[in-house]
Antibody
Framework: QLQLQESGPGLVKPSETLSLKCTVF??????????WAWIRQPPGKGLEWIGT???????YYNPSLKSRVSISVDTSKNQLSLDLSSVNAGETGIYYC????????????WGQGVPVTVSS | EIVMTQSPVTLSVSPGDTATLSCRAS??????LVWYQQRPGQAPRLLIY???TRATGLPARFSGSGSGTEFTLTISSLQSEDFAIYYC???????????FGQGTKVEIK
């Protein structure tokens, strides 16, 4: 059974880089059967797609974040990574990783999410 | 950029009744529409994909319909665990992007 678990610092200073990891259990992150994504949710607000990485290595980012975001895969650790630079307080929220069946465009399953606060 | 608009923002429904949620796309998205449920303190959960296909194990009281720009999620015989926030999501092939609606909260009347 595929499961995902996010991890990372809960507090990041404004203008610094937010770095998160997502460990995949139950499947190889290099499997051709899945794509991997990051999605975030500010407190009390809706969901915002951050970006997706395909098993081929191709990456797709939210145009509003594209200049500051990087998503990568570490096959040795079976982990997905997110780096978001120059963060501000408005980027406080829950960050989720999720998988999508290859060739499909829905996210299932999701990790439980990791809370991140951007504050000095 | 495709914008997804959900209505209403909040829906008050009595247990046992039917809830009808709407999602509108600003452009034709064919059947590339997904519905998720998010309970308080939990991650979103896949309900419906391809506009009308139920996820594995989802009760039949959940149904999705629509295509093009207008979509509906219907929940019949509402049970206590169904009171949650529901999000629609679309996928665009070019540029390759995924977009969520702002959500509809289904609350107990």
């Amino acid at each position: 059974q595929l499961q995902l678990q996010e991890s990372g610092p809960g507090l990041v200073k404004p203008s610094e880089t937010l770095s998160l990891k997502c460990t995949v259990f139950g499947a190889s992150i290099s499997s051709a059967n899945y794509h991997w994504a990051w999605i975030r949710q500010p407190p009390g607000k809706g969901l915002e797609w951050i970006g997706t990485v395909y098993f081929s290595g191709s990456t797709y980012y939210n145009p509003s974040l594209k200049s500051r975001v990087s998503i990568s895969v570490d096959t040795s650790k079976n982990q997905l990574s997110l780096d978001l630079s120059s963060v501000n307080a408005g980027e406080t929220g829950i960050y989720y990783c999720a998988s999508a069946p290859a060739g499909r465009h829905w996210f299932d399953p999701w990790g439980q999410g990791v809370p991140v606060t951007v504050s000095s | 950029e495709i914008v997804m608009t959900q209505s209403p923002v909040t829906l008050s429904v009595s247990p046992g009744d039917t809830a009808t949620l709407s999602c509108r796309a600003s452009q034709n998205i064919y059947s590339n529409l997904v519905w998720y449920q998010q309970r308080p303190g939990q991650a979103p959960r896949l309900l419906i994909y391809g506009a009308s296909t139920r996820a594995t194990g989802l009760p039949a009281r959940f149904s999705g319909s629509g295509s093009g720009t207008e979509f509906t999620l219907t929940i019949s015989s509402l049970q206590s665990e169904d009171f949650a926030i529901y999000y629609c999501q679309q996928y665009t092939n070019w540029p390759r992007t995924w977009t969520f609606g702002q959500g509809t909260k289904v609350e107990i009347k």
